[in-house]
């Protein structure tokens, strides 16, 4: 278990906390969540960490299962949005695609950041974790997480393919 989301959930309730972190989702915005970072035991340069805090403290609402490609495949059922046999793409469909090519640093957090917003709309819960370690690990196994999150989108359940299959 992170001791960063640890200490985020103990923060949930700080209400003036709270609304500092999400000014780190607003470039002009960001100084103003500095003290509270600091607080946290967050170092400022930390992207990463600094960018889940503020997504936290905007959509609190968490699981301790799926990723991202869970949430979205969430999102899409909340919105009723039906699959059919043609090729036509559903909107949540579209975004998930957007979402997984991202490159990396403020595509991807942009991307992120909308997706997030999505789920905060449809009570969708985040694997806060999870994200965490996914976004940890996109700049070096960016592939490997397009992966995962690609299987519980379209394919939840379905074993990975073993590498060199």
Request: aromatic share 6%.
């Amino acid at each position: 278990m992170s001791s960063l989301l640890e200490r985020l959930r103990k923060r949930k309730d700080d209400r003036g906390i709270m609304a500092n972190l999400r000014c780190i989702l607003t470039p002009n915005k960001r100084h103003r969540a500095w003290p509270a970072l600091n607080r946290l035991g967050i170092a400022v340069d930390d992207e990463v960490a600094a960018f889940i805090a503020g997504l936290y403290a905007m959509h609190p609402e968490e699981t301790s299962t799926g990723n991202l490609g869970t949430a979205c495949r969430s999102i899409e059922s909340s919105r009723d949005e039906r699959r059919g046999e043609d090729s036509k793409l559903t909107p949540t469909e579209r975004r998930f695609q957007l979402l997984i090519t991202a490159e990396s640093g403020e595509e991807l957090n942009s991307r992120v950041l909308r997706i997030l917003m999505l789920a905060k709309s449809q009570g969708v819960a985040i694997n806060y974790e999870r994200l965490l370690y996914d976004l940890r690990e996109w700049p070096h196994k960016r592939q490997r997480v397009q992966n995962e999150w690609a299987r519980e989108f379209w394919a939840p359940g379905a074993e990975p393919l073993e590498e060199g299959a």
